[in-house]
């Protein structure tokens, strides 16, 4: 399931709704009108959103005149759906690198992959120095954690297990803070959407229901 109503006709979308909040046929959308629109959700709903009227504003006002014109409107509209289904792409495929994660597949294991005890790591990792910056951190890495590492038991760190020690650690250490950065942009830009789609519902749905399926699809994803 993709946001495709909207991100494939964000234009006819914006469009639409951008009539029904500009009540007073202005041309342009106050952050009053926004407001207002907003709060009419929220009434029928029978809640308040934690999406704020004046930020949301903020980020379509463009050029900060303080009116959010149709082509800015609709260029907002339009750039947050084709976030939308990114991120609904990238959580189908298990992350921003597919499969097989941000670094790509790591390169196959030698033939003869006995593996190396503790001390031949050691002595490796003191004979390259500083020489291969890549190689000396990944075989610090290892010999400073070589029983979880050593995943087998075997007194040997093989380079398979090498590479799926380097991998495990990438994932916990550097890329947990990505991802929770990430997954709270997504959140927040999913939200946002279900706000939008609330309110061209409110005004008259405009294939809203596939589209706020697909959010709520994203919105699960990112729980």
Do not use: C, W
Request: glycine share 8%; aromatic share 6%.
């Amino acid at each position: 399931m993709s946001i495709s109503g909207i991100s494939s006709g964000a234009s006819q979308f914006a469009s639409a709704l951008f009539s029904k909040i500009d009540t007073r046929q202005q041309g342009y959308i106050s952050q009053d009108d926004l407001t207002t629109a907003f709060s009419l959700v929220d009434q029928a709903r029978g809640k308040r959103s934690d999406i704020d009227a004046a930020e949301v504003f903020k980020q379509f006002d463009s050029d900060s005149d303080g009116k959010v014109t149709k082509d800015e409107f609709s260029t907002a509209i339009e750039n947050l759906a084709a976030q939308l289904d990114q991120q609904l792409m990238s959580s189908r495929m298990g992350g921003a690198g597919g499969p097989g994660g941000a670094g790509g597949m790591p390169p196959p294991p030698p033939k003869d992959d006995a593996g190396f005890t503790k001390d031949q790591l050691s002595s490796q990792l003191e004979e390259i120095g500083s020489s291969d910056s890549k190689r000396s951190e990944l075989l610090n890495k290892i010999v400073s954690n070589f029983d979880k590492a050593d995943t087998d038991g075997d007194g040997k760190v093989s380079f398979k297990e090498a590479m799926a020690y380097d991998k495990s650690t990438q994932t916990s250490d550097s890329s947990s803070t990505d991802t929770r950065s990430t997954n709270a942009q997504a959140n927040g830009e999913a939200q946002l959407m279900a706000k939008i789609l609330q309110l061209a519902h409110a005004y008259g749905n405009f294939g809203s229901e596939q589209n706020s399926a697909a959010v709520a699809s994203l919105l699960s994803t990112q729980a």
